[in-house]
C-alpha cells in the first residue's frame, strides 16, 4: 500500500534560519506524483509543487527547494532564510493511481512555527 | 477566478440531525473528492467521483453519503451525524487526465462540530 511518513511532528525555529521538512514515501508503482501542501493557520490548503517520478532534478522556488531522491524514496523540502508568514503545517502527499481513479494519501503533516 | 467553493464554512450541529454539505467547482473537472482532516491523522478520502453518476468509497466511507448528478456540485451528506464526524472537511477537483496524475484544487474547508 501507498504511504508517505513525515517523521517531524513539529518544528521550532527562529527567522531566518533554514529548515528542512522530511518526507519519505512507499509506493510500488512506477509513475507517481509527489506534492506538498501547506496549511496556514486560516485552514486552507495551498499547493506548493508536483513532481513526477521521472523527474528527478531539484527544484528551487524563491525561498522553497525541493530535493527529490527516488533511491531513498524521499521528497524533502527546505525553505531558506524562514519567515514568520512560513508559520503552517505542510503535508507530503502522493498520488495513487487506483482502478482509473486519483487519491492523494497524505503524510500526517509538520506543524512549522517561525518564532520572531 | 477558478476555485472550489464549499458551504457552510463552519457548522455546529447535534447528533443525528441530518446536514448536507455542498461543494461546487467552475472548472468543469471531471474528478471530485472529499476529504476529512484530524488531528496527528492528516487528511483521508471519504468519497470520490470520476464523473456524473460515477462515485466510489474513500478510505473512510462509513456514516458518509455523496451524489454526483452534476459535473460541478459533489455533496456530502450525513445521514444521522456522530460526534467522532466532528472534522475539517475538504472538497478537491481535479481534471481526470490521461494517467490521472493531476493537481488537486482544493476548497477552504468545513469545520463541522457534532455535539
Known amino acids: 500500500a501507498q504511504k508517505v511518513t513525515q517523521a517531524q511532528t513539529e518544528i521550532s525555529v527562529v527567522e531566518k534560519e533554514d529548515v528542512t521538512l522530511d518526507c519519505v514515501y512507499e509506493t510500488r508503482d512506477t509513475t507517481y506524483y509527489l506534492f506538498w501542501y501547506k496549511q496556514p493557520p486560516s485552514g486552507e490548503l495551498v499547493f506548493l509543487i508536483r513532481?513526477?517520478?521521472?523527474?528527478?532534478q531539484n527544484e528551487i522556488s524563491g525561498r522553497y527547494s525541493w530535493n527529490f531522491q527516488k533511491s531513498t524514496s524521499s521528497f524533502n523540502f527546505t525553505i531558506t532564510a524562514s519567515q514568520v508568514v512560513d508559520s503552517a503545517v505542510y503535508f507530503c502527499?502522493?498520488?495513487?493511481?487506483?482502478?482509473?481513479?486519483?487519491?492523494?494519501?497524505f503524510g500526517k503533516g509538520t506543524k512549522l512555527t517561525v518564532n520572531p | 477566478e477558478a476555485q472550489v467553493t464549499q458551504n457552510p464554512r463552519y457548522l455546529i450541529t447535534v447528533t443525528g440531525k441530518k446536514l448536507t454539505v455542498t461543494c461546487s467547482q467552475n472548472m468543469n473537472h471531471e474528478y471530485m473528492s472529499w476529504y476529512r482532516q484530524d488531528p496527528g491523522l492528516g487528511l483521508r478520502q471519504i468519497y470520490y467521483?470520476?464523473?456524473?453518476?460515477?462515485?466510489d468509497k474513500g478510505d473512510v466511507p462509513e456514516g458518509y453519503k455523496v451524489s454526483r448528478k452534476e459535473k460541478r456540485n459533489f455533496p456530502l451528506i450525513l445521514e444521522s451525524p456522530s460526534p467522532n464526524q466532528t472534522s475539517l472537511y475538504f472538497c478537491?477537483?481535479?481534471?481526470?487526465?490521461?494517467?490521472?496524475?493531476?493537481?488537486?484544487?482544493f476548497g477552504p474547508g468545513t469545520r463541522l462540530t457534532v455535539l
Open positions: 513532481r513526477n517520478s521521472f523527474d528527478e
Open positions: 478537491a477537483s481535479s481534471r481526470a487526465g490521461t494517467a490521472g496524475y493531476n493537481e488537486q484544487f
Open positions: 502527499a502522493l498520488s495513487e493511481h487506483q482502478g482509473g481513479s486519483e487519491k492523494l494519501v
Open positions: 467521483s470520476m464523473n456524473v453518476e460515477v462515485t
